[in-house]
């Protein structure tokens, strides 16, 4: 089985920071071949796709939190990472990552919990 664990999440006021980790487990054999997302979903709300890298280390973010957050990946750890900086009451979400080959829908974590203070 695939495991995935979030963590780093917390109650910080706006304006700090945090760094979340998804830590892979299980039948991901290559870890480096998939592509990597973080999603955040807040109560009543959609799921939205913040940032993803890509088995060649390109990235990409959706404008909500460009310039705010980095996502990087240590293939050795078959770890990903999301920095969160300049963090504002509007990130308050569940945060996921998900681990996926191409065309298809991957795998997802149980999600860990930010919420920013105001």
């Known amino acids: 089985q695939v495991h995935l664990v979030e963590s780093g999440g917390g109650l910080v006021q706006a304006g700090g920071s945090l760094r979340l980790s998804c830590a892979a487990s299980g039948s991901i054999f290559i870890f480096s071949s998939y592509t990597i997302t973080w999603h955040r979903q807040a109560p009543g709300k959609q799921r939205e796709l913040i940032a993803g890298?890509?088995?060649?280390?390109?990235?990409n973010y959706a404008d909500s939190v460009k310039g705010r957050f980095t996502i990087s990946r240590d293939n050795a750890k078959s770890t990903v990472y999301l920095q969160m900086n300049s963090l504002k009451p509007e990130d308050t979400a569940v945060y996921y990552c998900n681990v996926a080959k191409f065309g298809t829908p991957g795998y997802w974590g149980q999600g860990t919990q930010v919420t920013v203070s105001s």
């Open positions: 890298i890509g088995s060649t280390g390109s990235t």
